[in-house]
């Protein structure tokens, strides 16, 4: 596609989703992607005039001009997580926007799993979730990037009446000299009675300034609690 967004930042990713390879996924989700990049080719990044931005503008992060993490790459090990600030019953890494690393396995009732396999499993479910996200519109400009780029992600899944406790979510970027900007999705899905209590740690060693896009959503059954 061609690059004709109204900033050179989106020029610049427009041009990172031309030559980026689509992960595995079905039909209507590599479907969604192509929407997604068209939307934000159309519409470009919000700006002042754009209402829901009229008071949080981009200049800032435009000086930093992020490009997109490489999420071809394996993530595993590649930054230096702090430590956990809190004592929590199972934990999520997440390096760069990429997922690291899950210890949720001996949680019974708790599910965690990478976005590319829960799909397989909960692809019913999910469908209508990721299809329900708003992307139309300068305004919703980043949530297209997100669907554009949706391959690295995370569902979780609590069974009937379970308490899964608390999970926490680390979050930090691998070194380097530049800025980058990862992209993640949340999807939790709980069922009736089921409680969780997500907790995330935002933490860096390194001094370079990094960016997140990250969309969370959740599906919540009768009486559970998030």
């Not at 590649?78 to 890494?93: E, N, R, T, W």
């Not at 980043?142 to 979780?156: C, D, M, S, Y």
């Amino acid at each position: 596609m061609g690059a004709t967004a109204n900033n050179a930042l989106s020029e610049a990713w427009l041009q990172a989703m031309e030559a980026a390879q689509d992960g595995p996924a079905p039909g209507w989700l590599q479907e969604l992607r192509l929407e997604a990049a068209q939307r934000l080719k159309a519409s470009g990044l919000p700006d002042r005039k754009t209402e829901a931005w009229k008071y949080t503008p981009l200049k800032v992060f435009e000086s930093l001009s992020p490009p997109l993490a490489d999420a071809s790459r394996d993530s595993s090990g590649a930054a230096p997580f702090p430590p956990a600030l809190l004592k929590a019953d199972s934990m999520v890494d997440v390096a760069d926007g990429m997922l690291a690393g899950i210890r949720a396995e001996s949680k019974e009732g708790l599910t965690v799993l990478p976005l590319v396999d829960a799909i397989g499993r909960f692809e019913d479910r999910l469908r209508p979730l990721i299809e329900a996200e708003n992307i139309d519109g300068a305004s919703r400009a980043f949530a297209a990037l997100n669907t554009a780029f949706l391959e690295h992600g995370l569902v979780i899944h609590v069974a009937q009446g379970v308490d899964a406790g608390t999970l926490l979510s680390r979050w930090a970027f691998s070194p380097g000299e530049a800025s980058r900007m990862g992209h993640f999705r949340i999807i939790l899905l709980l069922e009736d009675g089921a409680q969780i209590r997500l907790v995330e740690q935002f933490q860096s060693t390194e001094a370079t300034a990094n960016a997140l896009n990250v969309i969370i959503q959740a599906e919540l059954g009768d009486g559970a609690e998030l």
